[in-house]
């Protein structure tokens, strides 16, 4: 069944991409920006500064894992 499920997936995979391509190629970056300007805004306004990024943390973390 799993194999089934996994063959559907791969056979399905090009017409997916072609439609992921072809919505990319349709967005209207400038529209989605707008819908997205005031979420963006109360967040800045409502959240308060990091004092990380997070990348000092994760640099550690990979770190640890390399060894």
């Not at 072609?18 to 800045?44: C, K, Q, S, W």
């Amino acid at each position: 069944m799993i194999r089934r499920w996994v063959k559907h997936w791969r056979d399905a995979a090009p017409e997916l991409e072609e439609i992921r391509r072809r919505e990319v190629r349709a967005a209207d970056n400038l529209h989605v920006l707008e819908l997205l300007e005031p979420a963006f805004n109360h967040a800045t306004r409502s959240l308060p500064p990091r004092a990380s990024s997070g990348m000092t943390e994760m640099q550690a973390i990979l770190a640890r894992l390399r060894r």
